[in-house]
């Protein structure tokens, strides 16, 4: 099994949709949990961090469900640039290695 | 905020050949950088931690005698891949830990190298 697990997508939603991504982790001792975007052969680039409580930043809402090892991403009113690959990501619990999910794919269209 | 920049940005080389890629926190100290490595349609995979002075802690599978790594600084570590063959073309990225201060926490991610093996 996966250490981080994501639904692979594509998603091709229009132009103002709302969007979710799921993302599920295998180690319960996680501390960190994290939400990366990455465009077409560019590197990673720091969404939001995910923190228990549930956070918000715009249009983008980023909850984490400890008990089911759970992470979820919201987008709103989607726009075009939107398009790019969404990487779930996974702190362990003494390291300062990140753990990659395999990203999920979102396309949005006109 | 923190930049990271790695050299070169592509490179083409020839099989049997080695190449040296470069990783440098240009605004902050980095005690700690990452060398990830990442094929088409796949996720990044951790391939090694540097800690300046010190050797580098691999992960499993990956050949420290094939792909070596040194953080001589504070602001540069250089991964270099020896012998390459196609079977390393990839796309190579480097990311840096803060020493101290605000941004501990976060991983700065250089832009990437990518390599193709002919």
């Known amino acids: 099994r996966k250490e981080v697990e994501q639904d692979p997508g594509p998603f091709n939603v229009p132009e103002g949709a709302t969007v979710a991504f799921n993302c599920t982790y295998s180690n319960s001792a996680s501390q960190s949990f994290f939400w990366y975007r990455q465009d077409c052969r560019k590197e990673p680039k720091l969404l939001m961090s995910?923190?228990?409580s549930g956070n918000e930043d715009g249009r983008f809402t980023a909850q984490l469900n400890r008990a089911s090892q759970y992470i979820s991403l919201l987008i709103r009113d989607s726009k075009l640039s939107d398009s790019a690959t969404y990487l779930c990501?996974?702190?362990?619990?003494?390291?300062?290695?990140?753990?990659f999910g395999s990203g999920t794919r979102l396309l949005v269209r006109p | 905020g923190a930049v990271v920049s790695q050299h070169p940005s592509w490179v083409i080389c020839k099989s049997g050949t080695s190449v040296k890629i470069e990783c440098r926190s240009l605004d902050f100290q980095a005690t700690t950088m990452f060398w990830y490595r990442q094929f088409p349609k796949q996720s990044l995979m951790l391939m090694a931690t540097?800690?300046?002075?010190?050797?580098?802690?691999?992960e499993q599978g990956v050949e420290k005698d094939k792909f070596l790594i040194n953080h001589a600084s504070l602001t540069l570590s250089t991964l270099t891949v020896t012998s390459a063959h196609p079977e390393d073309s990839s796309f190579y990225i480097c990311?840096?830990?803060?020493?101290?201060?605000?941004?501990?926490?976060?991983?700065?991610f250089g832009p990437g190298t990518r390599l193709l093996v002919l």
């Open positions: 990501v996974v702190k362990g619990d003494s390291s300062y290695k990140l753990i």
């Open positions: 995910v923190y228990s």
């Open positions: 540097s800690n300046e002075g010190s050797k580098a802690t691999y």
């Open positions: 990311s840096a830990r803060a020493a101290s201060g605000g941004y501990q926490e976060t991983q700065y």
